[in-house]
């Protein structure tokens, strides 16, 4: 049997990703084939917590007009959606699991509490974090840096709906190359978009390494956990 490489991970999932090829809302296929694979990972056992993001539903930057705070603050409860339909997906598979919000809201999830989720985890329960860091101006990239040095995660494995980290946009340039690996101040340096400069920076203070990977395979998660070559590698070694 095949043993996986990392015992507590934080995994990363884009509300674009949870989309599917719709590009807005939720994909119920999408959905029961992510927690499929989060189920799988955590029989294995590994620790798994995750971070949703908004992007389906909504973006803090799409409030064009809008006072910024109260944007960020919408695109908070986006996340908070997002968080309730994978519970949902997740326990309808028997894998019992409970949402912390870093904004209170106790009537349909926990408050983030830190040695409240390291126990939940240690006890076989998947974690999903939800409102971001409870901060505007701070995106859910940066929140999955935060969370992952809070509770001494091993990796985060980020899931979008690209494949891996280009050296340019592919959407706007077809010959743009993609990359195996690359040292967290080569992103930085290049201006490269797979994670804000905050969370790039966090987890190059906490040597937390990031895989980057598409969900157009669904087993891509699982693949990334027993250390197999997926996607792009940002860590300290080039």
């Known amino acids: 049997m095949e043993k996986p490489v990392y015992k507590r991970i934080i995994l990363k999932l884009s509300g674009e990703a949870l ?3 719709r590009g807005y809302g939720i994909d119920r296929e999408v959905l029961d084939l992510i ?3 989060v189920i799988e990972v955590q029989k294995m056992g590994v620790e798994v917590a995750i971070v949703v993001g908004g992007g389906n539903i909504w973006r803090g930057r799409s409030g ?3 006072d910024r705070t109260t944007a960020d603050h919408m695109g ?7 968080a309730l ?3 949902d997906a997740l326990e309808k598979k028997n894998m019992q699991t409970r949402v912390q919000t870093a904004i209170e809201m106790r009537q349909i999830a926990e408050p983030y509490i830190r040695r409240r989720a390291i126990r939940h985890l240690e006890k076989g329960r998947v974690v999903i974090f939800a409102c971001g860091t409870g901060n505007p101006y701070f995106s859910t990239d940066t929140t999955a840096a935060l969370r992952a040095a809070e509770i001494e995660a091993e990796v985060i494995l980020l899931a979008k709906n690209i494949d891996g980290v280009y050296d340019d946009d592919p959407r706007k340039n077809p010959n743009a190359n993609k990359l195996d690996k690359i040292c967290y101040i080569d992103v930085l340096n290049q201006g490269l978009g797979v994670m804000d400069t905050t969370a790039i920076s966090l987890c190059m203070d906490n040597k937390i390494p990031i895989i980057v990977f598409g969900l157009e ?3 891509n998660i699982k693949a990334a956990v027993l250390g197999k070559k997926v996607g792009t590698i940002i860590g300290e070694v080039c």
């Open 85 to 87: 339909a994978l519970q």
């Open 64 to 66: 064009v007009g809008m």
């Open 19 to 21: 989309a599917g090829k």
């Open 217 to 219: 395979n669904h087993q």
């Open 35 to 37: 927690a499929d694979q």
């Open 76 to 82: 908070m409860l986006a996340t908070v959606i997002n």
